[in-house]
């Protein structure tokens, strides 16, 4: 006969490996879901009006790899902004205040300015840790830039340095308008000294 105690303990377990099970399960699909969302976001296919209130599948968008994760932002050309760290959230906005708005268009003129530079793609690799890659996304099709070294791009003599920049600007003036339950899902902006 087996001791009563052993039998609540096995339970337990068993109830807890289950839980644990379901919750790896659970993170695995949503970071598969933020994968094709971003794949789907960079091809210029995003054919739906989704929470962030994006209805054109076309812009700009800016990849850094950060530690273990890729952050993704996107400036749609209907003003929409979209953040998202592909292995955890996913944050919309539709915001058109001032700050945002500027920052997104000086960005938005300085990549195109840059066109001539891109060239096309219809791969998206994951950007490596301290890596940046700029998109356009055109309704032909989307263009690249290919992977940068963070600290590359921003020596003053390197093309992408004032994109790079105002990439920062961006992600720093969308961050701050994260609601504060969502900080700890969100990522910070990249900056001088992420070299871990």
């Not at 690799?125 to 921003?154: A, E, K």
Request: charged share 25%; aromatic share 8%; glycine share 6%.
């Amino acid at each position: 006969m087996a001791d009563p105690l052993l039998l609540v303990l096995a339970s337990f377990a068993t109830i807890i490996a289950i839980m644990l099970g379901k919750l790896f399960l659970a993170r695995f699909r949503r970071s598969a879901q933020l994968m094709e969302r971003r794949k789907t976001i960079l091809a210029g296919e995003w054919d739906s009006v989704d929470a962030s209130g994006c209805t054109v599948p076309t812009g700009v968008a800016v990849e850094w790899g950060v530690k273990r994760n890729t952050v993704t932002l996107v400036r749609f050309d209907d003003g929409t902004v979209d953040l998202f760290n592909t292995h955890r959230a996913s944050v919309g906005f539709a915001y058109h205040d001032e700050q945002i708005s500027d920052a997104a268009e000086r960005l938005c003129a300085e990549l195109e300015s840059l066109a001539p530079k891109f060239t096309p793609s219809s791969d998206f690799p994951l950007p490596r840790n301290n890596d940046i890659v700029f998109y356009l996304i055109r309704d032909t099709g989307s263009l690249w830039t290919g992977t940068f070294c963070v600290q590359d791009v921003r020596n003053p003599e390197h093309s992408f340095c004032t994109a790079e920049k105002l990439a920062r600007e961006l992600l720093t003036s969308v961050e701050d308008r994260v609601p504060d339950f969502l900080l700890g899902v969100v990522p910070k902006a990249p900056m001088e000294g992420d070299a871990a």
